[in-house]
């Protein structure tokens, strides 16, 4: 792991082993950085895929990357005979030639951009043929990321909402967003004891509506006037869609339905920038913004690798206009992004470092190797401690 902040005069400085029980500074730093997040008033999260690769299923990642994706689409094309109406042959050559891309393109986002743009021009049968084949690819794209089945073990999401989700009252609600489809948080959030608020009513037709982000729970005992906020609850946007909102044509209404085929979802293309800003993810959009202009506010970003131009850009503002926003990026391959050959958004914020500006960090780290260095600031809480014992009463004990 390395950092790069103002208390290392603007330089990467790497983690070492400690020696005679002196600390690190790399070590120290990332630790201070971390620490002073989760204590600020406002807490604003923002996940990406990086945070999702840690999941294991059988064995193996769960989460595909951009690369599996497209390898496992060009797989479909040329394999599967259950694709209808095509004619046999290359469909992925078929496919790539009517984008108008090289049959070696790596690039899934430009691929389905250059795709979906083709069908809006092309000819009536070439339309119609690259449109069939983007729905087997969206297809497949659902399939993937819906990965989450009670055997799997989300332990780093667990331990990271414990530590960053619980808040006292006298602090804001934590606010997380994320651009990943799967169910990754909400399924940490059920077995760990958190309430999640995400936009959907509570109750048996759970319907999108965005004042629920309003809401608060409190804790009443029998007999008593006074009441207590709850420890356990964080706000979740999923500001991409999630595999389990449905979108009802005909009323417009948001559903969520586990398990469904036709999942609410930003695919992976250009024309994600327009879809951010219909409903509802305009809603997530701009409480996004609203939360980066808010005083007392850090931002901590995991996991995301500033290539969607719709969320780096109001994050890059706010830095620039928001003086009292502290900012922390965390990546495993962020110190070559924020290189003068890398992300621009990245080495802006590094340029931002390099000059002094001390609200800035950058880490280069997993999530799973972070999250052991983030403080946990509020005790365990004996509901949690009692949902632990639950879950551990069928377990057998050698």
């Known amino acids: 792991m390395k950092i790069k902040s103002s208390q290392g005069s603007g330089n990467w400085v790497e983690v070492q082993e400690s020696v005679d029980d002196m600390p690190d500074p790399a070590s120290t730093d990332i630790r201070r950085v971390l620490s002073s997040a989760v204590r600020a008033q406002n ?4 996940t990406g895929l990086g945070t999702s690769l840690c999941v294991i299923k059988d064995g193996k990642r769960a989460a595909p ?5 497209l390898a496992r689409i060009q797989d479909k094309f040329e394999t599967d005979d259950m694709i209808q109406e095509l004619e046999d ?3 992925w050559a078929t496919f790539v030639s009517l984008a108008n891309v090289p049959e070696t393109t790596t690039d899934l986002e430009y691929l389905m951009s250059r795709a979906t743009m083709a069908s809006e021009f092309l000819p009536d049968d070439d339309a119609k ?4 084949l983007l729905t087997v690819a969206e297809d497949i794209i659902r399939d993937e990321v819906d990965f989450m089945e009670d055997s799997i073990g989300v332990p780093v999401h667990e331990a990271f909402l414990r530590r960053v989700a619980r808040r006292s009252s006298r602090r804001a609600r934590t606010k997380l967003f994320t651009t990943n489809y799967d169910l990754s948080f909400e399924t940490a959030a059920r077995r760990s004891g958190f309430i999640v608020v995400d936009g959907f009513a509570f109750g048996s037709e759970a319907y999108f509506d965005s004042t629920q982000f309003s809401y608060d729970v409190v804790r009443r005992s029998g007999g008593e006037e006074k009441s207590d906020f709850i420890e356990n609850l964080f706000h979740l946007y999923k500001i991409h869609g999630s595999i389990d909102w449905e979108l009802n044509a005909q009323t417009r209404q948001i559903a969520k339905r586990p398990g469904t085929r036709r999942p ?7 024309t994600k920038y327009e879809l951010a800003f219909s409903q509802p993810y305009i809603e997530m959009m701009g409480t996004f913004q609203a939360s980066l202009r808010t005083p007392n506010t850090t931002l901590v970003v995991i996991g995301f690798g500033f290539n969607d131009k719709h969320i780096s850009e109001p994050i890059l503002a ?4 928001n003086l009292s926003l502290n900012v922390v990026v965390i990546n495993p391959d962020i110190e070559k992004a ?5 992300n621009s958004y990245l080495n802006g914020i590094g340029k931002l470092i390099e000059n002094g500006d001390a609200r800035l960090a950058l880490i280069a780290g997993t999530f799973e190797n972070v999250v052991p260095m983030v403080p946990d600031v509020i005790a365990e809480t004996e509901l949690e401690r009692h949902a632990e014992r639950v879950r551990n009463m069928g377990q057998k004990h050698v």
């Open 43 to 46: 807490l604003v999260i923002l």
């Open 65 to 69: 990357t951009m690369s599996d994706l």
């Open 89 to 91: 042959g290359p469909r």
């Open 129 to 132: 043929t690259i449109q069939k």
């Open 264 to 270: 609410l979802l930003i695919y992976p293309r250009s």
């Open 318 to 321: 706010a830095v620039r206009g």
């Open 338 to 342: 924020s290189e003068d050959t890398g």
